[in-house]
Structures are given as structure tokens and as C-alpha cells.
């Protein structure tokens, strides 16, 4: 007969490698669920995580003692392998204008901080031999845009903007530089110096790869002939794309005619689609999305209905099909995480994927509305 207290060693000593097992897993990245994609000549996660919430106080109430719950969110999503962050120059109201930039770079160091301190408490430093490709696949990858201000009409002022935005980063280069919108509809004269502008920005080894924001087919389909005179990497375009928005096929054609990848912003509407709201529990009195939702939810009751039903069928939620409808699509969504319960409800996207039947319903469903979300007003054709 085995003495109790070997048995009792032995247990301790199996508990102790499951546990230095997990530890491992997590620092070398095997728990990661968010894959990685093409966008040009860069890779990128094929989920990414937008910003506009953070320091935004008309339409999410954000208040900077939020910062450390938005920490946390911002750790979880990190850990599943998302790379990819969108924000802009542009994001956060009044005097916490360009908040968004502050808090990408602040939790970016503070991420690997406590992951190389991890490491050191751990010894794990000796084993982890993690590969130069594993590091570049794993590193932050800051996607800003440039608001087309109207005293920025020289293309130096776009220069200026990247390192100005590199500088509340507190990083050296970002991976993608984007103009946030198109000029073209209402001050075409300045369209020409932004382009010329970012291609500069790129030339000035202030990053990866350029992108656009707003941007419709005819329009990428120019700016893509210029940057390729320029001998400039297009990465990334970016539409408003939701099962509540009108289906436009050509941008997707015109992404890939251009090569580059198409980004999918507002994925859940504004957070319409989750499912949480109606005609009775709508945003608080004084935030814009109260009337917007008011006007959208009468007539997208039947696509809100097919929404949770493919989503009981499939064992997710209406937030986790309508972001995953958006990947099938080809496109890299960004929604939005805030709390932990976003990220995790985020992360729950992906990692599976939809039929093709599942898919053909939603679009039906789609294309059913009686209203859709109204476009981006500098959205160009």
C-alpha cells in the first residue's frame, strides 16, 4: 500500500505542473483565438478593436475613471491575439481631444510590463524562446486617422498630424496612417493635398502602410491609382458595414482590386444589433443614438428576429452573429470594448464561423429593412 503523504506529494506535484502549464500557455500565446489576415503588406488579426468610446462623452459617456476598466478589456482582447486597434487623431470630446491615442499607448506598455514581469517572476524567461515571427504577429499594431481639419490643406500639415499623433502614442511608427474622410464632396480642392500628404507620411517612415476612411468604391479606385504612382502600400479601407446598412458589394471589389483590406466599423449599429435595446429601454435622454434607435427599431424588428433566432440555433448571441456575419464577409470588424463583458462577449465572434445557409438568411433578413442606418455624411461614392 502507497503512504498517504506520497500520494499526497505526488498530487501536489501534478497540480503544480498543470499549473506552471497554464502559465506558459498564456505567455507564449497558445490561448490566442483571434487569427491573422492579409491587408496589403501587412498582416493584422482578424478581429480588431475600435476606439471612438474612449474619451468619447456625447454618445458613451466616458469619464476617465473609467480608464481602468477599460484596461482590463483591453488586456483580454490582447491576450486572445488581437492586434489591430482603429482610432484617430479626432477621438475624444473637447478637452479630451486625442484621449483615444493617450490610452493605446499607455496600455500598451503597461501590457508588456506586467508580461515581461510575468516572465521574470517566473523564470519562464530561459524556455520561452518565442521566434522573431511570433513577436511581430503578437505586437500592437495603432491603425489612426487624420481629420481632414480645414486648416490642414498643405501636405506637410499631414506630416505634422503623424507625428504628432506618434508623439501621444509615445511609439515611433505607426502601422497604419488613414485619412478619416473625403473632402471631395465639399472641398475638393484640399483632397489632392491630403493625398499627397499621407503618401508623405509613409515616405517620412512614419508608417507601415496608408489607408483610407469613408471612402467609396469610384473614390479608393483613385486614390489607389495615385498611391501606386507614388510607390505607396495601401492596407486597409474602412466603410460602416452592418447587417443594418445597405449592402454595397463594390467596395469589397474595389478592395480587392486595390489590395488591400476592408474594415468594418459600427459592425453592431451603434450597438442596436446586441439585441438589448427597444422602443422602451433606449439610450438615456440627451445621447444622439435615443432618436436614432427610435426611428431604426420599428422597421428592423424582423431582422432583429432573425438574428436571435440564428443565434439560439447556434448556441451565441445577436451581438456574436452579427460580428461574425461581418468576418464571413471577408472584412476585419472593430467593435468596440469598453468593460470586460464587451471583450469576452467580443472574443465570442470568432473562432467559428457561420454557414453559408445561416448567412444567405441574415442577408434576406437584410434586405428586408424598411430603414437603414443612415451613412457616414462624408461617405463618399
Not at 487624420?146 to 504628432?164: H, N
Not at 427610435?294 to 433566432?309: M, V
Request: aromatic fraction near 8%.
Amino acid at each position: 500500500m502507497v503512504p498517504r503523504y506520497l500520494l499526497s506529494m505526488a498530487l501536489c506535484h501534478c497540480l503544480s505542473i498543470r499549473l506552471v502549464s497554464g502559465l506558459v500557455d498564456n505567455l507564449i500565446g497558445r490561448n490566442k483565438i483571434v487569427g491573422r489576415v492579409s491587408a496589403g503588406p501587412i498582416d493584422i488579426s482578424s478581429m480588431g478593436c475600435g476606439t471612438w468610446s474612449w474619451g468619447n462623452k456625447l454618445l458613451w459617456d466616458y469619464d476617465p475613471s473609467q480608464d481602468e476598466e477599460i484596461y482590463r478589456a483591453y488586456r483580454v482582447v490582447r491576450d486572445a491575439g488581437v492586434t489591430m486597434f482603429d482610432t484617430a487623431d479626432s477621438y475624444g470630446t473637447l478637452e479630451l481631444n486625442g484621449r483615444a491615442e493617450i490610452l493605446l499607448g499607455q496600455f500598451e506598455r503597461r501590457y508588456q510590463e506586467e508580461k515581461s514581469s510575468s516572465k521574470t517572476q517566473f523564470n519562464f524567461g530561459k524556455f520561452l524562446g518565442n521566434s522573431d515571427a511570433d513577436a511581430k504577429s503578437s505586437r500592437q499594431q495603432v491603425a489612426t486617422k487624420f481629420a481632414p481639419y480645414p486648416w490642414r490643406i498643405t501636405r506637410g500639415s499631414l506630416v505634422q498630424a503623424a507625428r504628432e499623433s506618434l508623439k501621444r502614442l509615445e511609439q515611433d511608427k505607426l502601422s497604419v496612417a488613414q485619412l478619416h474622410w473625403s473632402t471631395a464632396n465639399y472641398q475638393p480642392f484640399q483632397e489632392g493635398a491630403l493625398w499627397e500628404g499621407i503618401a508623405d507620411v509613409y515616405d517620412a517612415g512614419l508608417c507601415e502602410a496608408v489607408g483610407i476612411s469613408n471612402y467609396g468604391p469610384v473614390q479608393l479606385s483613385r486614390f489607389s491609382v495615385r498611391m501606386k504612382e507614388r510607390d505607396v502600400p495601401i492596407a486597409i479601407a474602412q466603410v460602416q458595414y452592418s447587417l443594418m446598412t445597405a449592402r454595397n458589394n463594390e467596395i469589397l471589389d474595389a478592395c480587392n482590386d486595390a489590395g488591400c483590406r476592408l474594415i468594418s466599423y459600427s459592425p453592431l449599429c451603434l450597438g442596436l444589433l446586441t439585441g438589448k435595446y427597444d422602443l422602451d429601454n433606449l439610450p438615456r435622454p440627451g445621447n444622439p443614438r435615443r432618436q436614432l434607435f427610435r426611428e431604426l427599431l420599428p422597421g428592423a424588428q424582423p431582422l432583429l428576429g432573425t438574428l436571435k433566432a440564428v443565434a439560439k440555433e447556434v448556441g451565441k448571441t445577436p451581438s456574436q452573429i452579427a460580428i461574425n456575419w461581418a468576418i464571413c464577409k471577408g472584412t476585419v470588424p472593430i467593435p468596440g470594448a469598453r468593460n470586460m463583458a464587451q471583450a469576452e462577449e467580443n472574443l465570442g465572434s470568432v473562432g467559428w464561423k457561420l454557414t453559408n445557409a445561416a448567412v444567405a438568411e441574415l442577408d434576406a433578413a437584410s434586405a428586408g429593412l424598411k430603414k437603414y442606418m443612415i451613412e457616414n455624411i462624408f461617405q463618399t461614392r
